[in-house]
């Protein structure tokens, strides 16, 4: 029987991993990716790192290159992607400069529109091994600024934004070939090592910030949803 392959970019990868997901794990720091993979193959799953440079499109298509080469078809079949990555520019909209705005298409915008195209092509190609129902999911991950700009979050909300655009256009595109697609809003901080050092109050209070794990448990859910998927 092939073995699915769960591709995810960042966080809520321990919970795809228990549910009996091979993962390959994308991300920019390698020692933090590395790390990840040995403690979720040591726990019993089945991990390897692909660490990136960047989310530059160069390097999010050698990833995915690596990643195929790694899980080849048919004895695998890659049939999810997560997309996390994100890049926030919290300051008054004068203070917003340049680069803050190139920074934030880079990784929101112009590595989403990378990351997408490869997961698609790859699941295009799964036709053969899944004539009937779903091709493969591709999920995003979103945040309030999806829907709604606010004071310091122009930069932000405008990549959370395009996001959210991208997501609708390729569900109305590629639904009829039977390849899911969605968009998750998480609206709240999450917590982790990062956000504790730049918000100690949430320090002791397990229910002041939603966890990566709650985050993977609902991406996972529409994951599981999509068994059903059909043409619309």
Do not use: C
Request: no cysteine.
């Amino acid at each position: 029987m092939s073995e699915l392959i769960k591709v995810i970019v960042v966080i809520g990868i321990r919970r795809f991993s228990r549910a009996g997901y091979s993962v390959a794990l994308v991300a920019r720091n390698a020692d933090s990716v590395n790390k990840l993979a040995q403690e979720l193959t040591a726990a019993g799953g089945h991990a390897s790192p692909f660490p990136a440079e960047s989310y530059s499109p160069k390097d999010i298509n050698a990833a995915w290159s690596a990643i195929r080469s790694k899980y080849p078809s048919p004895r695998f079949i890659i049939s999810a992607a997560v997309f996390n990555a994100a890049h926030g520019v919290w300051k008054p909209f004068l203070d917003v400069t340049q680069e803050d705005i190139r920074s934030s298409l880079d990784v929101n915008i112009e590595a989403a529109f990378a990351f997408s195209r490869e997961a698609i092509l790859t699941f295009k190609k799964n036709e053969i091994l899944e004539p009937v129902g779903k091709k493969g999911t591709l999920i995003f991950t979103g945040a309030t600024a999806s829907i709604r700009g606010n004071i310091t979050t122009s930069t932000f909300a405008a990549g959370k934004h395009g996001l959210r655009a991208l997501s609708q256009s390729l569900a109305k595109e590629f639904g009829k070939e039977n390849i899911h697609v969605a968009h998750a809003i998480i609206d709240g901080v999450i917590r982790s090592e990062r956000t504790l050092e730049r918000f100690p109050d949430l320090e002791g209070k397990p229910d002041s910030a939603l966890t990566p794990e709650s985050i993977a448990e609902v991406q996972l859910l529409l994951r599981r949803l999509s068994d059903a998927y059909r043409d619309y």
